[in-house]
């Protein structure tokens, strides 16, 4: 669909960009150490450190991702937001306290912290690229995907701007005003996504949504017929059927009209148990790669946005009244609600993308089951159940792998305050997780849907309480995005300058020359990630996360478990352990049939590995390799390797209540 | 006499082992919670659907795992504040025992008992 561009949205982008930029000066001057650059001197307040770790990991995955899927699949959605937030709790438990105290800027460096072996500070720092790669990807594609729309301005130049702006923020400042920046920006998408919601509720629900009473909603027909044998005939003789297809879904047969009336054409689908023709919305790729929306260019704005109530509580029209948090559920519950699937057809030259109807009980948005077919009654097969155990482990081992979150933990000064910091970033993102199922939920209901691009979800339905409110949550969708590429930058710099040249090349650099590298290696990274999101722009990279999720717990978790609380771990071990965790992931991933059939566009080839999430077997195989090779690398003599994990480096010999 | 970090070091080496303790105990608690959640919905996908009032089990699982992410959070922080407020009162408890006993060297020293 065709968005007008903003002047308003312009106007708070331009205002955030500037902030972000004086912050960036402002630390500039302040930063001359390699400790300031890398972890902003260990002198970030844990509270600050708390709402930054938010900032940092509310990706725009989790802003514009979570809430579309929710939009389009309903409670499947969530899946995601409980397994990001539970993620945090191998985060304190387990992680926080430890890694403080054994790093310095990257977390190379706790792993490192007992052995001092190069071997580790390589494959940590590869581990540490990989993983960040992965994540950039989609943070640069999706800053592309949101420029067009709200700026009016073409894909690349919204990469572009982001990384200009990231490469500025990181390289000038580094740790430093990526901390602010991803505090503002923490802070701005909690306030203002409670806010969304609290509107939501003041709105209620309608079964024929206006957003406000600015855009009448599109009510779909259906058209009497007679099936003929194979032939739909229909009832109304202005229309004719110009083309006719089958297609099959699962095991089930859709059949699709071409319609023409008044050299209009329209594609319906048939429901053969009515006898009736349903209205559908397609998009029509041609040779050339030009689209047609319902027939007509974008700018015609034939393509309606979706997603209502066909009847609430049994009754059609309705509207509520205003809902609370209670009532939001119990209305959609004993609702039917108007979901759309989707069909891609082959015809000739063209392809046709169909979107039709269907219609489901509220009841059955609100459990899982419609992305992931986990009953047999609904086709769910073994494959299914092992898929979504993996992303759940995945996600639930991942959080506390990311390279970006854990250097985070070196910005406070003491391991009391990573701990606090921590318990502040578990009540804000777990707050921004319980909003995301209200956004999604109030976008499927509220007739905002465009179900060509579902990531707009949650600024469509931002859009519908008026522009201003709009033209904020896009910036704030900027500011997602830059204050998670500002961090996964950081991360990659102190890989580059810290841990490859520094340590394991044994550059042996002064602060300035590392601070100077560091540098240098934000530029390069910035430029890579700039690149690559714009080569990857037609791509559907939103699955990365989800992968550099899987990726980062099977080569980093392991080993940072098995350092903290196996005594007889090895070097050799832990890297073994990341060597094989990074590399069985990666393969299961690049073999897996998602990736053949939307990285490699080979959706007819039976890919080698069918289950799309490799963590349920990659985690194993890493913990499996490092005690395996630590038993045989063991020293002979006893005692040299078996320092206890607890013997820990003294907090600069304060007692503990100063150090908070 | 020194009373300087080598002591303090041990103390802190020690809450450090409670604190860790605590933390595995409860990353276990959660775990298994969490692992009922995944179970439930491959083994029983239709139970999540079951109602609880306005909602269903799903929302109030997914919630409640949330939720009690937080309290977990806010009670480990609790117990190792208790941890690090015992250690530190032990730790100023020695200090003013190890001065008081220096103290009463000095007197002794001074009237020539030593």
Redesign the interface.
């Known amino acids: 669909m065709k968005y007008d561009p903003s002047v308003w949205a312009i106007i708070i982008f331009i205002s955030f960009v500037a902030l972000v930029l004086y912050i960036s000066w402002y630390f500039a001057k302040r930063t001359k150490t390699a400790e300031g650059y890398f972890a902003a001197g260990g002198k970030i307040h844990w509270s600050i450190n708390g709402i930054a770790f938010a900032g940092d990991y509310l990706s725009a995955a989790s802003f514009l991702g979570i809430a579309g899927m929710i939009a389009i699949a309903g409670?499947d959605g969530?899946?995601y937001?409980?397994g990001y937030?539970?993620g945090?709790?191998?985060a304190?438990?387990?992680v926080a306290?430890?890694i403080k105290?054994l790093g310095k800027f990257t977390f190379a460096d706790a792993l490192d912290a007992k052995f001092n072996s190069r071997g580790i500070k390589l494959t940590a720092a590869i581990s540490t690229l990989v993983v960040s790669l992965f994540y950039l990807i989609p943070q640069m594609v999706g800053a592309g995907t949101l420029v067009t729309p709200l700026l009016g301005m073409p894909h690349w130049v919204g990469v572009l701007i982001v990384g200009t702006v990231v490469i500025i923020i990181v390289a000038t400042a580094g740790m430093a005003s990526t901390t602010y920046v991803q505090f503002i920006k923490g802070g701005l998408l909690l306030i203002f996504s409670l806010a969304l919601v609290i509107t939501l509720f003041s709105r209620g629900f309608s079964t024929a949504p206006d957003q406000g009473g600015n855009i009448e909603y599109h009510q779909f027909t259906t058209i009497p017929i007679t099936v003929i044998g194979e032939n739909i005939e229909v009832t109304d003789k202005s229309y004719a059927v110009s083309e006719q297809w089958t297609a099959d879904n699962k095991g089930k047969t859709l059949v699709f009209a071409e319609l023409s009336k008044d050299s209009v054409k329209s594609i319906w689908k048939l429901d053969a148990e009515k006898n009736i023709l349903e209205e559908t919305l397609y998009v029509t790729t041609l040779p050339d790669g030009k689209k047609l929306y319902n027939g007509g260019t974008i700018d015609e704005a034939k393509f309606y946005q979706v997603g209502n109530l066909l009847d609430i509580e049994g009754k059609a029209p309705a509207k509520t009244k205003t809902l609370d948090p209670?009532?939001f559920?119990?209305v959609i519950?004993n609702s039917t609600v108007l979901l759309w699937s989707k069909q891609a057809i082959k015809d000739n030259d063209r392809t046709l993308t169909i979107y039709y109807q269907n219609p489901v009980k509220g009841?059955?948005v609100?459990?899982?089951?419609r992305i992931?077919k986990?009953?047999s009654a609904i086709g769910?097969t073994l494959k299914d159940?092992l898929d979504?155990?993996s992303l759940?482990l995945a996600l639930?081992l991942g959080t506390a792998a990311l390279p970006h979150i854990l250097i985070r933990y070196y910005t406070v000064a003491s391991?009391?305050a990573a701990?606090?910091s921590?318990?502040v970033a578990?009540?804000a993102i777990?707050l921004f997780?319980?909003l995301t199922?209200y956004m999604g939920l109030g976008a499927m209901t509220g007739g905002v849907v465009d179900l060509t691009n579902d990531n707009m979800s949650a600024p469509l339905l931002a859009r519908s309480f008026g522009v201003i409110f709009f033209a904020i949550i896009s910036a704030v969708a900027f500011a997602t995005v830059l204050g998670t590429v500002s961090g996964l930058i950081v991360a990659s710099s102190g890989a580059v300058a810290h841990d490859i040249m520094d340590k394991y090349m044994g550059k042996k650099m002064t602060d300035r020359k590392k601070v100077a590298a560091g540098k240098i290696a934000a530029v390069a990274v910035g430029v890579i990630a700039m690149v690559l999101g714009i080569l990857f722009k037609n791509m559907n990279v939103s699955y990365l996360v989800g992968w550099a999720f899987s990726i980062a717990a099977s080569a980093n978790l392991p080993a940072i478990l098995m350092i903290?609380?196996w005594k007889k771990t090895t070097a050799k071990g832990v890297i073994a352990s990341i060597s094989v965790g990074l590399i069985s992931a990666l393969t299961l991933i690049l073999l897996s049939q998602k990736t053949f059939n939307e990285v490699y566009n080979l959706p007819n080839v039976v890919a080698p590995v069918q289950i799309n999430n490799p963590a349920i077997f990659s985690v194993p195989l890493s913990f499996l390799v490092l005690i395996i090779v630590s038993l045989f690398t063991r020293p002979k003599t006893s005692g040299t390797d078996a320092i206890p994990?607890?013997?820990?480096p003294?907090?600069e010999?304060?007692?503990?209540?100063e150090n908070r | 006499m020194d009373h300087?970090?080598a002591t303090?070091?041990k103390e802190?080496?020690k809450?450090?082992?409670i604190?860790?303790k605590i933390?595995?105990w409860?990353?276990l608690g959660?775990?298994v919670v969490?692992a009922i959640?995944?179970i439930f919905?491959?083994a029983s996908?239709?139970l999540?659907?079951l109602?609880i009032?306005?909602?269903?089990?799903?929302?109030v699982f997914?919630?409640g795992?949330?939720?009690l992410?937080?309290v977990?959070?806010?009670i480990?922080?609790a117990l190792?504040g208790w941890a690090?407020?015992k250690?530190?009162k032990l730790?100023?408890l020695r200090v003013h025992k190890d001065r008081m006993e220096h103290k009463d060297y000095q007197e002794h020293k001074e009237h020539g008992e030593v």
């Open positions: 409670y969530f899946l937001s409980i937030l539970a945090w709790v191998v304190l438990f387990v306290e430890p105290r209670l009532t559920f119990g519950k009841a059955e609100l459990k899982p089951g992931y986990l009953d769910g159940r979504f155990i759940m639930f391991p009391i701990r606090k921590t318990i578990i009540a777990g997780y319980v199922l903290l609380f994990a607890t013997k820990i003294k907090i010999g304060k007692p503990a209540e | 300087g970090p303090e070091w802190d080496a809450t450090s082992k604190k860790s933390g595995i409860m990353f959660y775990t969490y959640f995944i919905n491959v996908p239709k999540m659907g109602d009032g306005m909602v269903n089990l799903a929302i997914g919630f795992l949330i939720v992410a937080l977990m959070a806010v480990y922080n190792c690090e407020e250690a530190l730790e100023k």
